[in-house]
């Protein structure tokens, strides 16, 4: 079984800019998963932000294409989510997921708040 801890979450003005990372405990599992970021606003289901293959083929869901993208470093077991031009629809509590051999784990998340 594999680990993930997010990081990065935090306080910003609309505008601004965040990095999330989320770290694996196991690189050799790090390494062949499909990695992805989710989001829960206050209220609503968690919804798919975007996804990484081990490839580091990236998908982004519409409402983020174009403002955060996605990387993977696997010498690190570190999947970034970097979040510019935010707005306060974006804010949330962002989970990093990584599926791997028929398995699915998920960090504890860490919220990201974005005032107005």
């Known amino acids: 079984q594999v680990q993930l801890v997010e990081s990065g979450g935090g306080l910003v003005q609309a505008g601004g800019s965040l990095r999330l990372s989320c770290a694996a405990s196991?690189?050799?599992?790090?390494?062949?998963?499909?990695m992805g970021w989710y989001r829960q606003a206050p209220g609503k289901q968690r919804s798919w932000v975007a996804t990484?293959?081990?490839?580091?083929?990236?998908n982004y869901a519409d409402s983020v294409k174009g403002r955060f993208t996605i990387s993977r470093d696997n010498a690190k077991s570190t999947v970034y989510l970097q979040m510019n031009s935010l707005s306060p629809e974006d804010t949330a509590v962002y989970f990093c997921?990584?599926?791997?051999?028929?398995?699915?784990?998920w960090g504890q998340g860490t919220l990201v708040t974005v005032s107005s």
């Open positions: 997921n990584a599926r791997y051999l028929g398995r699915e784990v």
């Open positions: 196991r690189s050799t599992i790090f390494s062949i998963s499909v």
């Open positions: 990484i293959t081990s490839d580091s083929d990236t």
